[in-house]
Structure formats: structure tokens, C-alpha cells
């Protein structure tokens, strides 16, 4: 709770905090004044500023002076102003005994913040208002003294509903706003930081920094939103627990009722049904709404599908449609206004939650990582929704086909404004729906998102712990300066370290290209896809626990799904950055390098490289790794060597893996009760398997270019026949004969491997298709150049 009401000592302690952002410069003096008489009150204020500001004496005296003139101002009161206060101090006396603390509105704005709030809310607009009318903000912190001391509720006014916020941090279709509007009561929004709550049970880094930083400033945003329909945000730092803060304020306000919209995390859900029997043994209520993810991953069931495929977004899909759950309905209209208490209860400063804190050097001066994240983004709502305008009148057009390419804005980006809650997906899925070009592709990535909160409540432990058992015992690397060089962008393949490097620089990157760096790390470092995952849990602005979990767990071979691919680190150019403009932006070191060297500068000629003015290990890192085809082959002997060696654990007439199936699964399997359901055996669940890997537990020392369903996607031959192909058969009538013959000559292939006995050859076919454009060198075809497929 707010360390300014719990005693003087801890007001102290708050202004004393508060002078350093003054000597800063963050912070001017009659603001700070007024901090001070909100945060301790007047009669404190009068006994305690000089002490309090004692030490600028020595280390600031024009300031010093210049606040002991601002006191005197301040003091120095006619007649009526004694009069006023007299009248606000005999006010706060009931409100004592009934434990009602002295209330001062701390929720003061950013410097750089305007205020906007109607006249019902001055007390919050305070400290806005005081940058320019210095005079007038004596009244208004009287007024404010009068509106925040206040009366207790009246027998027969309501009692406010407290408007929990969590990761809904927006006003357009919100149900937890419509139902705490239901009540017809006055609405005290709130915001309680609990990072150990956010955290679990074990390492999720489920606050990193670059998310830490979205989330101060989505706050911020949101708090002017709110002001701007006469309401404001509370911000409140979970002391003990969010219950324990719940109850408090509960206890100050007269709030029966707490109204929030659900988060999915189990050990967040955990906590929410603590607070919710809580509060109901104190007679209050916790109202819980949904609408973070399209469908409640606790309602998903697997009745009428079964279990067979479980992992991949088909099942989950139909899933969803066996058992559809309540009809999605309409997005929600933001409110005009909330309904204002009468008075306010304490609050802290966004500012004391330190989501945006910055390092400081030892020399005193700031690390300011995030400058660049700052000016790539609009972290406001109505950031999200011009994002989703943008997109919807631009990218969803390329989507469908181009939405892996690095170098040109063909998805959304709105993943942070989703895990923030910014957005809501019902909203963007209506937006979308209406789309001309109907990008079911697009759609069916908020299935994804659900996909991954499901598995998150099957499996609780998916951020931490491989879910196949086998894959646990791998064989890791411990290499701690590949980490260091994938985390810089510094391991010498400029596809990867232009990735990594976007990452830290604007705290996003694509789809595509997370696929790419975690392939590097996992199949070609060997370093834990734990170690990915934190990291990105760290530097993304929308690491998101369940996505994050889920497809690192995918990527480092065992989640429930397999990605059946691993991307190469210099063939995926092919893919995403055909001409190198994407390097070039986030590796300007290798800006002149011509389009067909640059994902390999170590193939420069001498002549080439002086010409760029590049020295390899100098200018730009050489490669931490050359090997990768043998690294490739140590990683899935790896594999199969502890496929071996858990037997129990790989299907033998399939050679799929096994997974033991989670309490849930087990009894909706069953169609049992939980506690009807036999304990203490383990009942094993088949997952989709890499071919690669059934096939290489045949011959576990085989390496990997001699296995047949190789899974580096490596594109040059097959994709760039597949485009010819293609292209020539919209063009001529020679190249539908040039087609037929490879289908025919495949065919036979086929036909011959199966008379042999032998498996089915790996299909390329269909993987990471683009369209060609008429600037990519890979767009040549026999007889002559595309212009344009388009
Ligand atoms: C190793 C790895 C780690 C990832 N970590 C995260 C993460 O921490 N947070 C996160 O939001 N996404 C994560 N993703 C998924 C995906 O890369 C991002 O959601 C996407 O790149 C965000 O960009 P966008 O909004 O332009 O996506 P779009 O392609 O425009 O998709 C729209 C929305 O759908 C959702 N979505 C898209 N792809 C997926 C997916 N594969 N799984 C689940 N939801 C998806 C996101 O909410 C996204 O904003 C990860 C992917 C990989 C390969």
C-alpha cells in the first residue's frame, strides 16, 4: 500500500525519495511541494519540510532557497484559507476513527504528461494543472484536501466497485468496465504491482525488462485515458500479496465489490480464487469476466475429438468447434464516463512501481537501453488500434504469402498490444473478419494464442521444464560465450545477428525470424531453449509467458508440437531477406556488401571485403560456429540417444514420442470426475514426431544430410524449381509439360523407394513459399527475369 498514509515516517521516507527527482531535475519544486502536503499531510508538511530539506543547504542552496520561499508562500494564509483547512481538519477527524486514512491523491502525472481530466476530477489533475498556474494550485490542493479527506460514504450512497486492472489495459470492449458500470456506482479503477505473484512457482521471467517498460508506459496511457472520462488509475505496489492490498482497500473505500478480467496463467489463476474466497468470507465479491484470449483455456475440452494430433492448432481448432463455448457476441463500446467516488483512496506514484527504472552508470549518469524502444512504438490503445488500421489497410494483404519476410511490414505487430490487453482479440478478430481479402491465415494465429494458453493450463510447468521426459537428460552445450555472442547479434551469420539485434533494439521481431534464431541456438549451439526463452522473456515488449513457453518448447524439440523444420542460418535469407535489406538495417557494418554475399560475408573475396571496408573480426565478428552441418548431426544423435535411453517413453509401433497425459486430460478422457480418476499411474499420451528423429532412432549414429527427412529447410533447389515451375506454368504452355515431367519423375521416385522398401523421400514441396518479386536475384528464372507475379 501507499508508503505516504502508513505513517509519517514512511511519508518521510516517500518525499525523501521524491527530493532526488527535484535535484534531478525531473521534478520542479512547487510540484514537489505539493507532493509533500499530499503525502503528509498539511500539519506534517509544516513541521517536517525544513528538516526534510535541509541537506540542499549544503548541496543546492538556490534550490533550497527557492522551496523554503515556496513553504513560506504556502504557510503565509488568509483568514478564509484558515477558516478552509479548519473546516478539512475537523472533517478528517471522524474519518480517523473510522479508520479511514487521511487520503492524498498521489497519482500524479508524468512530467511530460497533459492533463485533460474535467473539473469532477481536479484533485487527480492536480500536480498537471500546478505546472501552470503556480497560484491557483494552493486552492486546488485545498479543494483537494477537501474532496480527498472527504466524507465516509453516506448510509445511503453505494459503495464504489473497485475496477481491477491487470493485463486489460484499455477502455474498448472491456467487460469488466461494463460490469462494474452495472452496479451504477462509483468506479475506483486500480492497478496492484505483484511481481512475485506474476513470477509462479518457478523461473518464467514473466516481467522482463522490455515488458516491464511496454507496461509502465501502457499505464500511463491508460491512467490519461481514464482521466479524459473524469475517472483516473490507482497505482498500488502488492506489499504482501494482492489480497492482502485488496483488502485494504476495501476496507478504506467501503468497496463491496472487485470486478477484473481473468488472467490464465495457474498460478495466477490460483491466486485469483484465493482472493475471490476471501473476500467472499469478508462479504465482498470478486467478479471475474473473460475475454483475454477468444475461448477460456479452462473451458476447452477435447470430448468428441480425442487426443490424437494434440498440440497442433487443427486439434486445438476442433476442439473449439466440437465444444464451442459461449457465442463470442459484438465488441464492447468504450465508456463515456466513470463514475467518480467521492473521495479517492491512497495511492503511489507510477513512477515508485520502477517498471521503467534505468541503470545508472557509476558515475551517476542513466543507461538508457530503451531509447529505441521508446521511439518505435505508441503504446497507447489508441497506438494499437492506428496499428491494426494500418495493417488491415496494408500487410493482411501481403499475409497470406509474405508474412515471413523480414524486410517489409507484412504482419500485424500488434503481439504487444495483445499481451497487454491494448486490444482485445474479440476486437481484432471482428476488424479482421471484415478484412476483403479474408486472411484466415491471420485468423488462425489468434488460435495459436488461445493454443497456448490450453497448454499452459494443462501443463504448468511449461516455462521451465521440458514436457517430453526423454528430452530432458539431452546433452546441452555450456558454451556461455555463444550465449553471449546469439544474445549481442555478434555470432558472424548476419541473419541472426540483424534478428537479435532488432530484438534489443526495438524489443520485437517477426514470426519468421524467432523461428530462425531459435534454430540457431538449439540445432546449431546446442544451448537449452530455456536459455532462448528467458531471454526473450527479457527483451521482448510482448514476451508473454504461454506463447514464449510453448514455442520454445516446440522449437527445442520438446513441447507437444514439433516444428518439423530447422532453419538454416544462411538459406532462410532466401526466405525473409532476398536482398539483404534487412541486414543491412540492423548490421550497418555490412551495409556495402553486394545482395549475393551478404548473409556470407566469411565468402568475400579479399577485394570485396576491403572494398566495403570490412575486416572479418574486427568490423564484424567472425563465426562462432562453422561446423553446422556436423553440429546438426550431433544434435539429433543426441536425440536419439536419449530416445534409447527412455524407451517407456517412445511408442513402438508408431516411434512416436510419449508424454504423460495431465490430471485434466486424464479425466475429461475418461469423462471422470478429477478425484475419480486412478492416481499414481502414469498414462502416456502420443505426440506428433519429427520424422527426422523416428527415423534416426533406426540408425542413431547416422548423420544428418544421409537422413532422408532432414528438416533444415534449406529452399534454394527445391523452392526456387517449385517458383520456375510455377511461373512458367501461368506463363506457357512448355512449362505445364515441364511439370508434368517432375511430377512424373517424382512419382517414380516414390513408386521405386516403396518397392525397395524404403520410407518416403522428403517432400519440400509446399514449405516457405514466397512470391518472387522483380529485385530478387532468386527470382531468376530460365529465360528471363519476373517482373512481377503480383
Ligand atoms: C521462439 C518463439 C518465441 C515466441 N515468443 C512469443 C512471445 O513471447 N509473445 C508473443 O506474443 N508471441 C511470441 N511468438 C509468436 C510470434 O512470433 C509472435 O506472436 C509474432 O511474431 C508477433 O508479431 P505480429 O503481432 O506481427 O504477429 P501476427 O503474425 O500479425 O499475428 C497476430 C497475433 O497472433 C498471435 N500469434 C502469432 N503467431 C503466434 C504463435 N506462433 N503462437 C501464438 N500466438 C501467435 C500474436 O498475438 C500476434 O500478435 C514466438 C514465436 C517463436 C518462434
New binding site residues.
Given amino acids: 500500500m501507499a508508503p505516504s498514509l502508513g505513517s509519517t515516517e514512511d511519508g518521510l521516507a516517500l518525499v525523501r525519495r521524491l527530493l532526488r527527482d527535484v535535484l534531478v531535475g525531473r521534478e520542479d519544486p512547487e510540484g514537489f511541494f505539493a507532493l509533500c502536503v499530499s503525502a503528509l499531510g498539511h500539519h506534517d508538511t509544516r513541521s517536517h519540510f525544513h528538516a526534510v530539506i535541509r541537506p540542499l543547504s549544503t548541496a543546492n542552496r538556490a534550490l533550497h532557497s527557492t522551496l523554503t520561499a515556496v513553504y513560506e508562500e504556502y504557510f503565509s494564509k488568509t483568514e478564509d484559507d484558515e477558516l478552509q483547512l479548519a473546516l478539512a481538519l475537523s472533517l478528517l477527524e471522524p474519518t480517523k476513527d473510522q479508520q479511514l486514512e487521511e487520503v492524498s491523491v498521489t497519482t500524479t502525472k508524468d512530467n511530460n504528461e497533459h492533463c485533460s481530466a474535467p473539473s469532477s476530477n481536479q484533485a487527480i489533475c492536480e500536480s498537471g494543472e500546478r505546472e501552470k498556474r503556480p497560484k491557483k494550485r494552493r486552492q486546488k490542493s485545498k479543494s483537494m484536501g477537501q474532496q480527498v479527506v472527504g466524507l465516509p460514504p453516506t448510509p445511503s450512497s453505494q459503495p464504489p466497485v473497485i475496477l481491477w486492472f491487470r493485463r486489460d489495459l484499455r477502455l474498448c470492449d472491456n467487460p469488466a468496465i461494463v460490469q462494474a458500470l452495472q452496479a451504477g456506482a462509483p468506479v475506483i479503477p486500480v492497478f496492484i504491482w505483484a511481481p512475485a505473484e506474476e513470477e509462479g512457482p518457478g523461473i518464467t521471467v514473466a516481467m522482463g525488462g522490455a515488458s516491464r517498460f511496454w507496461l509502465h508506459h501502457a499505464l500511463s496511457c491508460l491512467r490519461s485515458a481514464l482521466e479524459r472520462i473524469g475517472s483516473s488509475l490507482l497505482f498500488l505496489t502488492a506489499d504482501q500479496s494482492s489480497l492482502q492490498t485488496l483488502q485494504r482497500l476495501l476496507k478504506d473505500t467501503g468497496a463491496r465489490t472487485v470486478v477484473a478480467n481473468a488472467v490464465y496463467e495457474p498460478w495466477l489463476r490460483q491466486r485469483d480464487e484465493l482472493v475471490s474466497s476471501s473476500l467472499h468470507r469478508d462479504g465482498a465479491e470478486l467478479r471475474m469476466c473473460h475475454s483475454y484470449c477468444l475461448r477460456d483455456p479452462y473451458s476447452v475440452s477435447t470430448v468428441g475429438v480425442g487426443l490424437r494430433g494434440i498440440g497442433s492448432v487443427s486439434h486445438f481448432v476442433s476442439c473449439c468447434t466440437q465444444n464451442p463455448g459461449p457465442p463470442l457476441g459484438a465488441p464492447l463500446d468504450p465508456p463515456v464516463s466513470l463514475p467518480t467516488p467521492s473521495f479517492w483512496p491512497s495511492a503511489e506514484l507510477l513512477d515508485t512501481l520502477e517498471l521503467a527504472k534505468m541503470p545508472r552508470r557509476k558515475d551517476g549518469t542513466i543507461i538508457d537501453w530503451a531509447v529505441n524502444i521508446r521511439s518505435s512504438w505508441d503504446f497507447s490503445e489508441e497506438g494499437a488500434h492506428a496499428q491494426l488500421h494500418a495493417?488491415l489497410q496494408d500487410g493482411v494483404y501481403r499475409?497470406e504469402k509474405e508474412?515471413s519476410r523480414a524486410d517489409s511490414p507484412n504482419?500485424?505487430?500488434?503481439?504487444p498490444y495483445?499481451?497487454f490487453g491494448q486490444l482485445s482479440p474479440r476486437w481484432l478478430l471482428w476488424d479482421a473478419k471484415g478484412a476483403k481479402c479474408r486472411p484466415l491465415k491471420?485468423q488462425r494465429?489468434?488460435a495459436?494464442?488461445d493454443?497456448?494458453y490450453w497448454q499452459l493450463s494443462l501443463f504448468p510447468d511449461m516455462p521451465w521444464e521440458s514436457l517430453r521426459p526423454p528430452y530432458k537428460a539431452l546433452c546441452w552445450s555450456t558454451e556461455r560465450e555463444h550465449l553471449k555472442a546469439w544474445q549481442r547479434g555478434r555470432t558472424g551469420y548476419p541473419l541472426v545477428d540483424a534478428a537479435m539485434r532488432q530484438l534489443w533494439l526495438s524489443g520485437?521481431?517477426?514470426?519468421y525470424m524467432?523461428?530462425v534464431v531459435?534454430s540457431f541456438l538449439i540445432a546449431y549451439l546446442h544451448l537449452p531453449w530455456q536459455e532462448?526463452y528467458r531471454w526473450?522473456?527479457d527483451t521482448?515488449v510482448?514476451?508473454?509467458v504461454a506463447?514464449?513457453a510453448?514455442?520454445?518448447q516446440n522449437?527445442g524439440m520438446c513441447g507437444l508440437d514439433h516444428w518439423n523444420f530447422v532453419m538454416h542460418p544462411v538459406d532462410a535469407a532466401m526466405t525473409c531477406d532476398p536482398c539483404g535489406s534487412y541486414v543491412r538495417q540492423w548490421c550497418p557494418e555490412l551495409i556495402e556488401l553486394p545482395n549475393e554475399l551478404i548473409h556470407k560475408p566469411w565468402k568475400c573475396p579479399a577485394s570485396i571485403l576491403k572494398r566495403a571496408g570490412m575486416v572479418l573480426g574486427q568490423t564484424y565478428p567472425e563465426r562462432i560456429v562453422t561446423d553446422l552441418e556436423e553440429r546438426r548431426s550431433r544434435s539429433l544423435q543426441d536425440v536419439a540417444r536419449v530416445r534409447l535411453q527412455f524407451p517407456e517413453y517412445v511408442d513402438k509401433s508408431s516411434g512416436c514420442d510419449l508424454v504423460p497425459l495431465p490430471p485434466r486430460l486424464l479425466s475429461q478422457t475418461l469423462g471422470r470426475h478429477s478425484d475419480d480418476v486412478p492416481s499414481g499411474k502414469e498414462f502416456l499420451l502420443p505426440l506428433i514426431t519429427r520424422m527426422e528423429f523416428k527415423h534416426q532412432l533406426d540408425k542413431p549414429d547416422c548423420d544428418s544430410t544421409s537422413n532422408p527427412y532432414n528438416a533444415v529447410l534449406k529452399g534454394y533447389v527445391s523452392r526456387k524449381r517449385d517458383e520456375t515451375v510455377a511461373f512458367l506454368n501461368q506463363r506457357d504452355f512448355t512449362a505445364s509439360v515441364l511439370n508434368e515431367g517432375t511430377q512424373r519423375r517424382e512419382r517414380m521416385e516414390r513408386n521405386q523407394r516403396k518397392m525397395e522398401g524404403l520410407s518416403e523421400p522428403h517432400q519440400p514441396r509446399g514449405r516457405a513459399r514466397r512470391t518472387p518479386t522483380a529485385n530478387d536475384k532468386f527470382s531468376v528464372v530460365p529465360g528471363g527475369v519476373v517482373k512481377t507475379l503480383r
Fill in positions: 495493417f499475409y508474412s504482419t500485424s505487430s500488434l503481439s495483445l499481451h491471420f494465429k489468434l495459436w494464442r493454443l497456448a520485437w521481431m517477426n514470426n524467432r523461428h531459435a532462448g526473450f522473456q521482448l510482448d514476451s508473454d506463447i514464449d510453448m514455442m520454445w522449437g
